[in-house]
């Protein structure tokens, strides 16, 4: 990763438990990808620079390097414990693949795992469908992918015309799904996959990117997984990182999850967001911002 700085620091268990009506959830870090300063500036295209730099000051970020979390959610409706993405498992990058750790510290064994959503194709969300000996990480899971997502990354690629980074990156992704092919079903269109959990289009990020939102005794919880990076995407909604690949439509997916979750009152699980990356989308004169969930705090 261009401008990746690793120190050295080991990341350790985290979890943060909530709860929406009836839904038990967890927030559990897989870890963290190092951030240098120049990859860090290219999650805010658009930016202007000062107005970044004030945005950062705000925000408590150095200009030259962050930690970006990795979130994986689970959602125990009591009939079913529904995890959405994976991390990015024991090969991708050595800060992360805490997930699997993360959830037998809450007594959460990896068998339990019924269902796996998975947000899109992008390592560091998909690298855990895998364990250390190539095997099945959630050994008795279904997973659910969007059909276009599924497709984008397990066709042949024209190898003549990738780089070896992107060329690499395909196969680890490849890898990671085609190991899970024969427990997968594929939406076609947004979908209520579990009673109380709809899967919902929100391309942009990818194309075929999707949110998952969970509804219990008429509380809502909106897992935006990479429709936004950082809370600085809340309060600027049209600085988006470089690499998303429909830049336009992720900016509007991000202002329709916005306007939701204000809407509803619903509680925000992003994957990027600074741990848990659990939270509330305020809205007063000046815009949106973001407001983590205090622990012991539920809806
Ligand atoms: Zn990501």
Known sequence: MDGSVIRGRIPVA???RFEVGGFECVSISDGYQPIGAELLRRFFAGAPLHELHQAFRKHGIEPEYM???????????????VLVDTGGGPFFDPHLGNLVPGLQAEG??????????????????VGGCIDRNGGQAFPNARYVMARGEWEHWTNEPDETALDANTSRELSFVRDNLLAIEDRLHLLETDAEIVHGIRVF?????TRHHVAVE?????KHLICVADAMDHPIHVEHVSWHAEWDELAEQGIETRRNLLMRAVGRAALVHAYHFPFPGVGFVREDAAGWCFESLKPGNSI
């Open 67 to 81: 930690d970006l979390a990795c979130n994986c959610l689970l959602i125990d409706t009591g009939a079913c414990r």
């Open 201 to 205: 289009s929100a391309p942009g990020h």
């Open 214 to 218: 969970a509804t219990s005794q008429n």
């Open 14 to 16: 985290k979890t943060f």
């Open 108 to 125: 959460i064994n990896p068998q339990d795992i019924n269902i796996v959503v998975l947000s899109h194709g992008h390592r560091d969300h």
